[in-house]
């Protein structure tokens, strides 16, 4: 498709009319594409913004697990394709140098305490000049970090490839295996981060994943456990 509001919107019509389990929209710009908690994302011709349906087993927990899975599909396929170190930030960001190069939506139609279904939107800021997104602090392009324009459609296939593998691997029971995956590529343990909660704010150090959706942070007198989904904004410090 040249363009949409937001693949995330192509993707949540087409469940609603029956579209199986693997539906994918791709689109070459979006002209309302959202990040977490309706934030805006810039979307220019030459990127990649997709969305997949995925008809899932269940629970919330599901859900939750999605946005780091899916930046660590991107991660892995970006290292892999384009020697590039590109590294998961949590919560759904993926960072070469710590500047932003892709970013994970994942939004779920319930029904009672049951997924009908979830929707995993990826967007990977690929070929497009970087003034496009000027208003973006600390974003970079593949194209930028790479020297020349990418191939997408290797990239889309690999993306989507790695997405398939590290979903087989959840709806397995194999959650154990994809965090020590998410541990060799990323980059937020360890580090100094402001954690914006609806009732309070953290200044602490991230500690561990104890699931796909929940991170520890270490705050000088205590270890919070922390539910990603609650999360209103992350901000990394110099350390
Ligand atoms: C995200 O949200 O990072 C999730 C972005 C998901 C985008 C995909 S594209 C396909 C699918 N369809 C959609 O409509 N969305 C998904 P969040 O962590 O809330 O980050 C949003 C923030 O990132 C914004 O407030 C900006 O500061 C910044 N931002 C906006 N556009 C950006 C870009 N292209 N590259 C890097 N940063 C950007």
Redesign the pocket.
């Known amino acids: 498709m040249h363009q949409c ?5 192509i993707v949540e019509s087409s469940a609603r009319t029956g579209a199986p389990h693997g539906f994918v929209s791709i ?1 070459e710009t ?1 002209s ?6 309706d ?6 011709v030459g ?1 990649v ?3 997949i349906l995925l008809r899932p087993p269940g629970r919330q927990s599901f859900l939750d697990s999605l946005p780091l899975l899916g930046a660590l599909a991107i991660s892995k396929t970006v290292s892999a394709q384009l020697r590039l170190k590109a590294r998961v930030r949590w ?3 993926v960072v070469v140098d710590d500047r ?6 994942a939004e779920a139609k319930s029904m009672g305490n049951e997924l009908a279904y979830a929707i995993l ?3 990977i ?1 690929a070929n497009f000049n970087i003034d496009e ?1 000027r ?5 970079a392009t593949l194209q930028s970090l790479h020297g020349a324009p990418i191939d997408r459609v290797a990239l889309i296939c690999a993306v989507l490839f790695e997405t398939e593998n590290l979903y087989e691997l959840l709806c397995t029971g194999k959650v154990e295996k994809i965090i020590s995956l998410v541990r060799e590529f990323e980059c937020s343990r360890g580090r100094n981060v402001k954690v914006k909660l609806p009732s309070r704010e953290l200044l602490g150090t991230v500690d561990d994943y104890e699931t796909l959706g929940r991170v520890c942070i270490l705050t000088p007198h205590e270890s919070h456990s922390i539910d990603t989904s609650t999360v209103l904004s992350v901000e990394y410090q110099s350390n």
């Open positions: 509001t937001s693949t995330n919107d689109c979006q309302a594409g959202r990040g977490r908690l934030r805006s994302w810039t979307s220019p990127g913004w997709l969305s919560p759904n960001d932003k190069i892709a970013g994970v939506l939107g990826l967007g800021n997104i208003e973006t602090t600390n974003a």
